[in-house]
C-alpha cells in the first residue's frame, strides 16, 4: 500500500484531549478502509504564520499512514466537514522515517542549551574578525575607504544635510507650487 505523511491544524481554542479526540476519530477511519497510522506525533501549539479563520495559533499533528488512497480521501472529506481543523496536508512518500520528526527534534535542541561549536558571526573562529585574523600592521587602505574619509573636505556647515532656506530657487524641470497654506483645508 502506499505510504502517506499528514498533518492537520486544529483550532488554538480546542483542547489537547479534544485534539486527541480527532486524531483517533481520523486514525479509526483509516482502519476502517484498510489502512493503518503507523506513528503519531503531536507537536503541539504553534504561531501560524498568518491568520487562518481568525486564528493566529494551532495545534500541529502528524500521522504517518500506509492505507490506500480510498481512506485518505474519506479522512481528507471528513476533516474538511470539520470545525475544529483549520487545515491539512496529505504527501506520499517512498518510506517513512523511523526516528522521531525534525519537530520533535527541534525540541531537543532547545533543552540542550547553547549550541557549541558550529559558527555564527565569528564566536568560534577567532574574535570579531572571522577567520581573517587579526588586522595587525597592516597600513590604512588607499583611496579613502569605507571610514577613512579620503581626501575629500569636510562639508561646509558640519552638518549631514546642506541648509535648506526658504528661498531657494525651484527645481530645474519642475514647477513652484508656491508657499503652502498654513492651515491644509485652505487650499486654493
Known amino acids: 500500500m502506499p505510504l502517506y ?9 480546542v483542547s489537547q484531549t479534544q485534539v486527541e479526540a480527532l486524531t483517533k476519530e481520523f ?4 482502519e476502517e478502509l484498510q489502512g493503518k497510522v503507523t506513528k503519531t506525533e503531536y507537536w503541539g501549539v504553534k504561531s501560524l504564520a498568518f491568520k487562518i479563520k481568525k486564528n493566529r495559533k494551532a495545534h500541529y499533528t502528524l500521522l504517518n499512514i500506509d492505507a490506500p488512497a480510498a481512506a485518505i480521501n474519506e479522512m481528507e472529506r471528513r ?3 470539520s470545525t475544529d ?9 517512498e518510506e517513512h522515517e523511523t526516528e522521531p520528526s525534525i519537530q520533535m527534534r527541534k525540541s ?3 533543552e540542550r542549551g547553547e549550541r557549541g561549536g558550529g559558527g555564527g558571526f565569528g564566536r568560534d573562529r577567532g574574535g570579531p574578525r572571522g577567520d581573517r585574523g587579526p588586522r595587525g ?3 590604512p587602505r588607499e583611496g579613502g575607504g569605507f571610514r577613512s574619509g579620503g581626501d575629500r573636505p569636510p562639508r561646509e556647515g558640519g552638518g549631514f544635510r546642506p541648509d535648506r532656506g526658504g528661498d531657494r ?4 524641470g519642475g514647477f513652484d507650487r508656491g508657499p503652502r497654506p498654513s492651515n491644509p483645508t485652505e487650499r486654493t
Request: no cysteine; proline share 9%; charged share 35%.
Open 169 to 172: 530657487p525651484p527645481r530645474e
Open 5 to 13: 505523511e499528514h498533518v492537520f491544524l486544529a483550532r488554538q481554542d
Open 108 to 110: 531537543d535542541r532547545d
Open 85 to 93: 481543523v483549520l487545515r491539512f496536508i496529505t504527501v506520499r512518500v
Open 27 to 30: 486514525t479509526d477511519v483509516i
Open 79 to 81: 476533516m474538511g466537514i
Open 137 to 139: 600592521d597592516r597600513p
